[in-house]
């Protein structure tokens, strides 16, 4: 026969257990408190509520399609995609999650599946249609598709005037396509006095910004991108490096540890680290933490063509061979690709520099430093005659860079012309005093293009610095 004390005992622990069920597994307030951290922008705290709320009530679509917005906004969109594919499952709304989906599948660059979804999923809601028409657009804009985006980026506003990705688009459009720089101007802003944290649109403003010479205010547009998104990779990869080449060292370098704060599960950080640190003049430094970046993210581009332009400066040549072949590789026709041919002609392999060079130049056959890389071939195979030619050709491009007039000179007198091999070196010299100057104290973050001072016999942080994003 059960005592007193047995009784109570049990019936405390019913208590206990009721009290808990009530205020720490009912699914209703951890997704009442998970939207509440949305909308104060506390999405670490609401992916901690939401995956409570999911915990307690696995099959909740809306608690899934919440943990997937809160998941994008601190940067693990492929942990969004699973649950917005959990969402679907379950049956929640398709016009709020297939839109949802795209833009994660987005973020992390599966651009196939992203416009395989934009084009077939089935929503009902005008919105929901011209949300993934615009998406679509944007995809297709974004793989060259100008007439194609261009159509769907119209059937979208078709269905929503005020859809905010197809104003984009077609301010996009208007830079790219059409040339109408004060259309494309009129377009972003419209988007942005809709939506004045738009990422996409206050970035897009930095480069109309920068196009218009006003590198000041693009700068405080990717501030404001940054500051609506910290932990956003675009922004943070574009606004660091702006402050880069603007000489804003300090600044760079306080936005670049705040961004290694709110991106810790990025290794764009940690890019941007070695890029500020080789900026400041450590080059040690930015070879150690490229090095850590690189154990995260082996075949990650940008790190690749930093890794091997400190690599190159260094006169490590065979690492900095491998460094940009794969840099190379990963992003065709490429400032890579120049620093790579530039490589191969230091470590006496002008062959194989001038198979690399032969595509480039039929791109951009007067490119004054590929025209200039070309020239370093053809003096290093003893070709002075066809080097004459295309540092001529270099120098009729860009008549104000000393070092390319100096070496046009020296292939003449390689060719035997002492007469004409001198007076482009005195033109050079008369020409540009100023440039002269500018080239010489160019700064670490801004760098020379491959083929700008070849007559050098070292790599030098102008030649070989990477290219800003």
Do not use: W
Request: charged share 25%.
């Amino acid at each position: 026969m059960p005592t007193l004390r047995t009784s109570l005992t049990v019936l405390g622990f019913a208590l206990v257990a009721s009290l808990t069920g009530c205020n720490q597994d009912d699914p209703a307030k951890f997704l009442e408190s998970g939207r509440g951290y949305l909308q104060q922008k506390d999405y670490k705290a609401a992916v901690i509520e939401l995956k409570n709320a999911i915990q307690a009530a696995p099959e909740n679509g809306e608690a899934r399609y919440l943990l997937a917005s809160a998941l994008i906004e601190t940067g693990e969109a492929r942990d969004a995609e699973i649950e917005l594919r959990k969402a679907a499952d379950s049956g929640y709304s398709a016009d709020l999650v297939q839109p949802a989906l795209v833009r994660a599948l987005l973020a992390v660059g599966d651009m196939d599946k992203a416009l395989a979804t934009a084009t077939q999923a089935s929503v009902t809601q005008p919105a929901a249609q011209a949300e993934l028409k615009a998406l679509a657009g944007t995809i297709m804009l974004g793989r060259g598709q100008l007439s194609e985006s261009r159509q769907t980026f119209s059937d979208a506003l078709a269905l929503d005037a005020g859809n905010a990705e197809a104003k984009l688009g077609m301010a996009r459009l208007a830079a790219v396509a059409d040339r109408d720089l004060p259309a494309s101007t009129k377009l972003t802003d419209e988007v942005l006095s809709q939506s004045p944290e738009s990422v996409d649109a206050l970035l897009f403003k930095a480069q109309l910004l920068q196009a218009e010479g006003k590198p000041a205010e693009a700068i405080a547009a990717l501030a404001q991108a940054v500051d609506a998104r910290p932990h956003g990779i675009a922004a943070n990869m574009a606004l660091i490096p702006a402050l880069l080449r603007a000489g804003d060292v300090k600044a760079a370098r306080q936005r670049t540890d705040a961004f290694k704060k709110s991106a810790r599960n990025s290794v764009a950080p940690l890019y941007m680290d070695a890029l500020v640190l080789y900026s400041e003049g450590n080059i040690s430094g930015a070879r150690e933490a490229t090095q850590n970046a690189l154990k995260h993210a082996p075949d990650y581009p940008p790190l690749l063509l930093l890794a091997g332009t400190i690599a190159l400066q260094t006169r490590n040549l065979t690492q900095a061979e491998d460094y940009l072949s794969r840099a190379a590789k990963a992003a065709p026709n490429s400032y890579a690709q120049r620093l790579l041919v530039a490589t191969l002609l230091q470590s006496g392999k002008p062959q194989r520099a001038k198979e690399l060079l032969q595509p480039l130049l039929k791109a951009r056959p007067d490119d004054p430093g590929l025209l200039s890389l070309a020239g370093e071939v053809a003096m290093g195979e003893g070709n002075y005659e066809e080097a004459t030619k295309l540092y001529s050709k270099a120098v009729a491009a860009d008549p104000k860079n000393v070092a390319r007039g100096t070496r046009l000179g020296q292939a003449y007198i390689g060719s035997g012309d002492i007469d004409q091999g001198v007076r482009p070196r005195i033109r050079s010299r008369h020409q540009c005093r100023d440039s002269g100057r500018s080239v010489a104290r160019r700064p670490a973050h801004e760098p020379a293009r491959a083929g700008e001072s070849e007559g050098r016999h070292r790599g030098s942080a102008q030649e070989t610095t990477p290219t800003i994003p």
